[in-house]
């Protein structure tokens, strides 16, 4: 493997190709794009995505609370390795940049997410005739399956970095989950909407300054943005397994979900808040059956790639054969490095490597 600096040092060179975008839903919703190519692009944002016929287009989904930048190495490498022409990476809903869902809605559904894919990819491939790549990490490749599954006609290949499909639940467990999920909605509501449990808020309580302070409830104000970074690396080694994320994974998805707190907040002008929405740490509110991720599985025909980290999401033996079995994937390799090894500079370059070697058969 090349050194670390090498591979940064070759995807600075490309770097410039990147640039910002915004697709607006039919629900009103906006999501966050970051969309490389391999022509220069002028960046316009807020702006609806002016996409050129390519040869291949590559769709990103990424992870629980990550973001759009968890691509950023990935993303032009390929570009580099003239495996596709232009790649895209969302924010969902939530993460990142993204407009957060409305306040009835319920944020964490997989299914949810693959109705932004459906409705991103109606501005990214207007030919409804062409096919594009879907890449899906983690929460990303459950995301990934569903789509794949629901419309083969528009996924011409499909990629799975450290995840498998859906995670299948026991069908017996379906009250609880229900009752877990709807007690922590509960919770969040009441630090989210104070005021509607007692009374209709007033028209002052609607004001752009109030949604801000509104939406700063329940969420941790940092000293700089260096201790958000160091904060969510200390989530990846608390998290199951032997995880962990690199300082420069780790920064360009926190820089990018993000923003300066309140002026009521700061004493030094430097602390940060997290801007995701607090409603994605509730439990889903419904989970797929061990039978429902094997229909789903079965019903992907794309050729498909798995990627796994060797320290990455611990997978049990028996699921892991269960997915392999029902998905049967044209390739499968487990790679060195943890959950996040398509974002970390030590080990982005044997993931790049293998990518582009599936896209160029």
Same mark, same amino acid.
């Given at each position: ?14 770097? +410039? ?17 970051? +969309?490389w ?5 002028e960046? *316009? ?16 989904? +990424? ?20 495996? #596709? ?9 939530? +993460? ?10 319920? $944020?964490q ?6 109705y932004y ?29 569903i789509? #794949?599954? #629901? ?6 290949r ?39 449990? *007692?009374?209709?808020?007033?028209? *002052?309580?609607?004001? $752009? ?7 700063l ?22 998290? $199951? ?10 920064? #360009? ?35 797929y059956t ?13 050729? *498909? ?18 997915a ?11 790679? $060195? ?10 080990t ?14």
């Amino acid at each position: 493997m090349a050194p670390a600096f090498l591979v940064i040092s070759s995807l600075m060179v490309i770097s +410039h190709m990147m640039a910002e975008r915004t697709v607006l839903c039919s629900d009103g919703v906006k999501l966050a794009v970051q +969309h490389w190519k391999t022509d220069p692009i002028e960046s *316009t944002a807020l702006l609806p995505i002016n996409f050129v016929p390519s040869e291949r287009t590559i769709l990103c989904v +990424h992870g629980w609370l990550d973001n759009a930048a968890s691509f950023n190495l990935l993303a032009p490498a390929l570009l580099e390795k003239g495996a #596709a022409k232009q790649v895209i990476a969302l924010d969902f809903p939530g +993460h990142g940049m993204s407009d957060h869902k409305s306040n009835d809605a319920h $944020p964490q559904l997989l299914a949810e997410y693959a109705y932004y894919v459906a409705e991103a990819t109606k501005q990214i491939i207007p030919n409804t005739n062409e096919k594009f790549t879907l890449i899906g990490h983690s929460m990303g490749a459950g995301v990934a399956t569903i789509f #794949a599954a #629901a419309w083969p006609d528009k996924i011409d290949r499909l990629i799975l970095l450290d995840g498998l499909g859906p995670q299948a639940q026991d069908a017996r467990d379906a009250s609880s989950h229900a009752r877990a999920s709807i007690e922590k909605r509960f919770t969040a509501n009441k630090i989210l909407y104070p005021k509607f449990t *007692t009374a209709e808020p007033s028209s *002052t309580e609607l004001t $752009p300054e109030f949604q801000m302070l509104r939406d700063l409830k329940g969420k941790r104000v940092y000293p700089s943005i260096e201790k958000a970074i160091e904060t969510r690396m200390l989530t990846a080694r608390l998290s $199951p397994g032997k995880q962990s994320i690199s300082f420069e994974a780790s920064a #360009a998805m926190v820089k990018r979900s993000t923003r300066t707190a309140p002026p009521d907040y700061q004493s030094t002008g430097h602390e940060v808040v997290f801007q995701h929405d607090i409603r994605l740490n509730c439990p889903s509110l419904q989970y797929y059956t061990k039978e429902q991720v094997q229909s789903l599985l079965e019903d992907v025909t794309c050729k *498909t790639c798995v990627l796994l980290a060797e320290d990455g999401w611990p997978i049990g033996e028996s699921d892991k054969e269960f997915a392999v079995r029902a998905l049967k994937p044209y390739t499968m390799k487990t790679l $060195p490095g943890s959950h996040h090894f398509h974002a970390d500079p030590d080990t982005v370059e044997e993931v790049i490597n293998y990518v582009a070697d599936f896209l160029l058969r």
